[in-house]
């Protein structure tokens, strides 16, 4: 993670709602627009992760990296499940 505090956060409406303002990084926050935008998320892309990534100006792997990490916080925010990262499953006897 590169530190940077979240740019928004989950609000109620007037009607009781949830917005689905997700705290996202400012980062984050970027990449998925552009990725939404150029089409990543199409089917089929419309844009490669490998050009997604010369766009955005970062390696392949660390722009899968980013896109995960957004869309793992986009998914708890709005299916409301907390997933631990060092959470394991147990061995059976």
Known sequence: MNGRMPSRKTSKSDN??????IALTARQ???????????????P???????LSELVGVRPSTL????????RRVLESTVRVQIHERQRPQRSP
């Open 45 to 51: 892309r419309r844009i490669s992760l490998t050009n």
């Open 29 to 43: 926050e970027e990449v998925l627009g552009k990725a939404l935008v150029k089409g990543y998320f199409e089917f």
């Open 16 to 21: 009781g709602s949830l917005d689905h303002q």
């Open 64 to 71: 899968s990296e980013i896109l995960r990490s957004a869309e």
